[in-house]
Structure formats: structure tokens, C-alpha cells
């Protein structure tokens, strides 16, 4: 861009924003040229005006011309997004670091630029690269070897992702050298850096690019030179590695990122021996297997070791170590003694205390349906329930099943209890008739009653037709039970037999009373046939008993 | 008579002695039967049935009814001898047979112990007919209240137990006290005592019952 050119525009895009601003409410809602041209141009300024500040934006300037207002706002929205989250990171940064602004305010000469280093210093204080080890010392070397090489015009945004890595890793260290940590973390494994790596991480997931100026570095050198020799020492000795990877970098803005993470893989590809393995690294490869076992009890030596290397009494690491070895202590005396009872499977009265079971909260599976509570709707539901039952007739009484019977009933000769009205002689002369002539039927108490009430319903019958004036249908068939007597057959046909016939009215399976299975004599199993003997004598004794009684 | 045999008996001799003059027995005398009037060498026979105190009455009521069968159909004389308390009965020249005396004496006797008059009137026309007494302690010897609830037992409530018997044995029952008289004929009497004994001794009614239905019924199998 043509800065007069800029100038000339900014200046009308700044009326534009002014005449912006004094415009009523009102006269947004219809929609006028000259508002928009002006808004157009205002938000061009805008832009451009925030552009130094966000780096990763594709656009040099606002694009007006031709272009839809979705297409514009889009391109605002593009740039303000990551632009909004910076600033809220650093707003909070300041909340935290009241220090800083006064840091920012000495810093003011060098103008934006010395601000911005200041503002990405403060950003990786709490940013940590705990895993990369490797890569804080190739980004460290990176930067000795750009403060060697390019301590001037490093306003290439070619290389500012990795000036900033590295300004990070630098200042991490530098802040780590300050803090004097305890024996868990030295040159390779640093919780601080660990955590600003990984902000760093969320930082190009979100887009945000943090500037490096020619000032930042000087910044950086002079925290540099505040370090121990190993630090440069190290550093140095991965600067051969890590300039191929500067070489390959030359990208643009937009391939910064992919460049970064380049430059971690290829920090971690090229682990080399010499990483591990050299003369100085022997010392920081020891150092961290000592960090390792610090973990352990047994080294507590080591760490015994490193707090007499420090000064000034137990860090906040070394606080934070004697937390977690407490707990630890605390978690494995917990599972070496004894469980509580609730946790000890089945658990019976006597194995616990007493009344510790009220303290617990307990789940019984109730195979016990719960009792109905009776609420007014549940006493309504019922009673509309009866009436409905009984509205209908409708009762679960119990149907009696009825036995089928197969056999036809035999008739029960009855006993007349009262006086007989014939004299003996009668009764003897009607005996001798029936012996004589069978056929003359013999009515027993109970024909004789069943005649009188015949009788009796006949009569009743009588009148009752004749109140219907004799019409009536006729009675419906029913299948009576038929008594049948057991006299024989021919006496019942024949009026006058002569001879009296065996054959009985009743079939034999009607005579028959008895119950059971009947077997014959060779059908039995010996034990039956014990069983039929004992009987036979039984009876016989019975009466062998009763006639000795009679004769006595 | 003696010359009106010999003519009947000359006219056959006459023709055997015709025939024959030597030694002959005389034929066999025919005989016709005695009538009861000259049994015992034409004496009359008599019966004398004494009349216990408690069956004076209705004797008195039932008089005719006793009299009129026995006097008429049977041919005996009748007579009540109050003096003596006694019912006298005797044979009269057309008494047909010498058992109606028996017969009546039977009746008679039978009244007095306590039957009814149609049922001792069965002892006249049949011959099979029997009455048999006995007393409860000659079952069991029972004193005091259970002689009083096993005559309670026998009868039953109303009679109902002893009409029971009655009915399908065919026997009359008289419970008089401690006697017990049964008149029937000689099977159905077996029945009837047998179920009466065992009421003495103390079986409820009902098997009482249930027994004598199966013995009856048996009986009745029979013909």
C-alpha cells in the first residue's frame, strides 16, 4: 500500500466514522447510499487499522467493492475472531500480573512492536513444554542461532512462528531459572513449560499468531544472558540440527502453523543420540531418570540432594511433591489395612459395629409388594367398582362344579318313622300277594308320598289354567331321573307270571355296589391275596366271637 | 249201630264167608276224624288268659272287636270272667279245628301283653306268626338312669325309632318297662331283635338303621 494514499483514504474514513456515529437511530431504518459508502469506508479504516494486530488474516484490506454485505461481514468476522480471543487472554493475563502493565507502560517506546513482546512474554509465562523436551532446546538453539544471525529485519513473518516457539521456550526457561524449581524438573522436564506448551497448542488450534519484532528478540537475549552456561551450552549443540529445519520453513503466513508442527515432528524424528547421549546431556539424561525416581521413595536422597541445591526452603513444586507423596502414603496404608465393613461383601451383625448399619444408606431389593397407600381416589376407585358389580350382577361367586353322574341314582329305600296305619295282618297279606303276584305293584312310604304331592300339584295346576282361561303351553321335556326297581323283567311285563325269571330290571353294573378293581382269584398278587385271607379270617373270628356271645 | 256194621260188613263177609268159611280177620274200623268237641274223650277244652291290671280298660273297649272274629269265625266260646280277671275260652261242638283254640288263646294272650287288636288279629290267620319276649336285662344289665336311657334309646323320640324297626322288619314292637315283646314271624323277629339288642347297647339310631336297611334288603333279594 501507498502510505499517502492510506493517509488520504483514513482521513475520509475517519469523517465517514464520525458521520457514522452522529446519525440518529432513526435514520438507520430506511436505507440511504450515502450511509452505507460511509459505513463501507469506516469499516475499511477499521480493518485496516486492526490488521497489524492479527496476523493470520488473509485479507491486506477491506474488500467493498462488489462484494455482498454477507461476504463483507464475513471478512470482518474472520478477522475479529481470533483478534476477540486474544485480547480476552491477555485482559486476563494483566488481571493476574498487575505487574505487567507497568512493564508494558516502560516498554511503550519501542511502541507497538516492544508491546507486543511484552504481551507474548507474558502470555508463555504459564505456558510449559513438559513433553517436548527436545523441541525447548531446539527452539532454544533456534533462537541463540537467530540472535546470532539475524539480530536485525526480523520483521519477516516468515519466521515468526518460530521465533516465537522459540522466544517461548527461552523466556520459559528463563523463567524457570528464576523460580528455582525443585529436583523433579530440570533442563528437560519443566511443568512450566509444559503448561505453556500446551496453551501454545490451544493458541494454533485457534488461529491466534503472536507477532515477533526485532525488539522482542533483543528482549529475549537479555533474558538469555541471564541463564547458566548450560542452557547456551545445550543449545549450541542443537543448533546444527536445528537450522535444516529453519531452512525448510520459509512459508507463508498462512503455512506458519503447518511449519510449527513440522518443526515438532521434526524434533522428535530427529532425536538423536547425541540428545540423550552427549557429554552434557549424560548429566541431564541422569537428572531426569532422577526426576523419574523421584517419584519413588527410595530416591529421596536425590531429592534431598536437589533442595540442598536450591535455596530458600521447600518450592511450590517441592510443596506439591509432599502433597502427592502424602496422599499416596495415605492410598496405600488405605488398601493395605483392613476394608470397611461396606465394602467387605456379606456382612453379618456381629462383623460390624453396632448401629453402623443406620449410618449407611442402604438398598434392599423388596420382594414384598410395597403396601397401597388408601387415598380418596383409590376408596372412590372401589366403591365405583362395587357399584358398578352390583349394577350389573356381575359377582365372582363360586360355580360348584357339578360331578357328572354316570350311573343312574339308586333309589334310597327310606325309612318310615311313623306309625303304620296297616295291622300286621295287612302287611303280611300284601307280602303274600307280591310272593304270589309280582306284578301287583308294591308302593313303598316314599311312592305313596310322591303320589300325594302328584296329586296335590295336579289339583293346583287345575286352577291355575283355568285362570288362563285353559290356554297354556304345554310343560317342556324333561329328562326325569327314572327309578327302577330292582324286580325282574319279566314280573314287570307280565301280568299273571307263573314263573319267576332271574332276569333283574337293574343291569348288573347298577346292582353292583362294590368300588375299585375287582381281580380274580389268579389276577392277585401275593400280597393281596395275604391281604384277602387276613379279611376272610377277621370276619370269621368276628363271628365265630359273636356266636360264643349269643350262646353264652 | 252194631247190627247196621255187621250187615254192611255181612254183605262183604257173607260173600268172603261165601267164599271162604274158615277164620278171616274183620276188616279195618274207618274213622272219620274227631271234631275238638270230642278230643279228650268228649270233654270240652278250655283256655284261661289272665288279664294284667293295665290292659283292663282297654280291654272293656276293645271287647267286641275281639270277641266278634273269636266267637264267630273261629267258633269258640268267649267269656270274660270278672270275678277271676281272666278271659275264658272254650271249644264249642262245630269248632272245626282243635287249633283255633290255640289260635285264639294266642290273640287273646297277645292283646293282653300289649299289641294292638288288627295286629294281633294277624296272629289268627297266620299260622307262621310268633311272639317273642324277652327282657332288657337279659341283653345287658343296666340300673338306674342308663336302663332309663336305653329304654329311651329303643323307642326313640316319638317312637320314632321303634316304628322304624316296625316298618321295615314287619314285626309290632311293645316295650313294656323293662320287657320287650316282638310278634311276627319267626325270620323278621330274628331281625327285629337283633337291632334292638344292639340299640340296648348303645348304637346310635342311625346305624341301627343303616344296618337294618342292608338286611332288609338282602331279605328282599331272596324272593
Known sequence: ?552 | MSAEAPTSMETETVASETKLESNTLPPKPKFEPLKAHEMSDGRIQFRKVSVPPHRYSPLKKYWMDIYTPIYEQMNIDIRMNLKARKVELKTRSDTPDVSNLQKCADFVQAFMLGFDVPDAIALLRLDELYVESFEIKDVKTLRGEHLSRAIGRLSGKGGKTKFAIENTTKTRIVIADTKIHILGSFANIKIARDSLCSLILGSPAGKVYSKLRQVTARLAERF
Open chain 1, 1 to 552: 500500500m501507498i502510505p499517502s494514499a492510506m493517509a488520504s483514504s483514513t482521513e475520509t474514513a475517519l469523517e465517514s466514522l464520525h458521520h457514522i456515529k452522529s446519525t440518529e437511530p432513526p435514520e438507520w431504518l430506511v436505507p440511504k447510499q450515502e450511509l452505507s459508502q460511509a459505513v463501507r469506508a469506516a469499516s475499511k479504516l477499521l480493518f485496516s487499522s486492526l490488521k497489524p494486530y492479527c496476523p493470520k488474516s488473509p485479507f491486506d484490506q477491506l474488500l467493498t467493492e462488489g462484494f455482498d454485505v454477507e461476504q463483507i461481514w464475513q471478512q470482518i468476522d474472520l478477522q475479529s475472531q481470533p483478534l476477540l480471543s486474544s485480547l480476552r487472554r491477555e485482559v486476563k493475563k494483566f488481571e493476574k500480573h498487575p505487574e505487567e502493565i507497568s512493564k508494558l507502560k516502560d516498554g511503550g517506546v519501542g511502541g507497538g512492536e516492544k508491546k507486543k513482546k511484552v504481551l507474548e512474554q507474558i502470555e508463555t509465562d504459564n505456558v510449559v513444554n513438559d513433553d517436548e523436551d527436545d523441541d525447548d532446546m531446539d527452539m532454544d538453539e533456534d533462537e541463540d542461532d537467530e540472535e546470532e544471525e539475524d539480530e536485525e529485519g526480523e520483521e519477516e513473518e516468515d519466521e515468526e512462528g518460530e521465533e516465537e516457539e522459540k522466544e517461548r521456550g527461552t523466556e520459559e526457561e528463563s523463567e524457570n531459572e528464576g523460580e528455582e524449581k525443585g529436583g523433579i524438573e530440570d533442563k528437560f522436564l519443566k511443568i512450566k513449560e509444559l503448561q505453556e506448551y500446551l496453551e501454545e497448542d490451544e493458541a494454533r488450534e485457534f488461529g491466534l499468531k503472536k507477532k515477533k519484532t526485532k525488539a522482542e528478540s533483543k528482549k529475549e537475549e537479555e533474558d538469555t544472558e541471564e541463564e547458566g552456561d548450560d542452557d547456551d551450552e545445550e543449545d549450541e549443540n542443537e543448533g546444527s540440527e536445528d537450522d535444516d529445519d529453519e531452512a525448510e520453513e520459509e512459508e507463508d503466513e498462512l503455512g506458519l502453523f503447518d511449519g510449527n508442527d513440522e518443526e515438532d515432528e521434526d524434533d522428535l524424528e530427529n532425536a538423536r543420540y547425541e540428545d540423550f547421549f552427549s557429554r552434557k546431556k549424560n548429566k541431564s539424561s541422569k537428572e531426569k531418570a532422577k526426576s523419574r525416581d523421584m517419584l519413588e521413595e527410595d530416591s529421596g536422597s536425590d531429592d534431598e540432594q536437589d533442595v540442598d541445591k536450591r535455596k530458600d526452603g521447600p518450592s511450590k513444586h517441592e510443596k506439591e511433591l509432599d502433597k502427592l507423596r502424602s496422599k499416596i502414603e495415605e492410598m496405600e496404608k488405605a488398601n493395605l489395612d483392613p476394608k470397611v465393613w461396606t465394602m467387605r461383601g456379606e456382612v453379618t451383625a456381629a462383623q460390624r459395629q453396632k448401629n453402623s448399619a443406620l449410618e449407611v444408606d442402604l438398598d434392599f431389593e423388596h420382594n414384598v409388594r410395597p403396601a397401597p397407600v388408601i387415598t380418596e381416589e383409590v376408596t372412590a376407585s372401589l366403591e365405583d367398582l362395587i357399584k358398578t358389580r352390583i349394577s350389573e350382577g356381575l359377582f365372582d361367586d363360586v360355580q360348584k362344579a357339578r360331578t357328572s353322574s354316570s350311573k343312574a341314582p339308586r333309589e334310597i329305600k327310606e325309612l318310615d318313622e311313623s306309625k303304620s296305619k296297616k295291622g300286621l295282618a295287612e302287611v303280611y297279606e300284601e307280602e303274600f300277594f307280591q310272593k304270589t303276584d309280582p306284578a301287583s305293584a308294591l308302593l313303598t312310604f316314599s311312592d305313596e308320598l310322591k303320589k300325594e304331592a302328584s296329586m296335590l300339584f295336579k289339583k293346583l295346576c287345575l286352577k291355575l289354567d283355568a285362570l288362563s282361561h285353559f290356554h297354556f303351553t304345554p310343560k317342556p321335556v324333561v329328562e326325569d331321573m327314572s327309578i327302577q326297581t330292582n324286580v325282574p323283567a319279566l314280573a314287570m311285563e307280565e301280568i299273571a307270571p307263573m314263573a319267576v325269571s332271574d332276569a333283574a330290571m337293574l343291569a348288573p353294573e347298577e346292582v353292583f355296589s362294590g368300588k375299585g378293581d375287582i381281580k380274580e382269584e389268579a389276577e392277585l398278587t401275593k400280597a393281596e391275596r395275604k391281604r384277602r385271607r387276613a379279611n376272610k379270617k377277621r370276619k370269621f373270628k368276628a363271628e365265630a366271637a359273636k356266636r360264643m356271645g349269643k350262646k353264652a
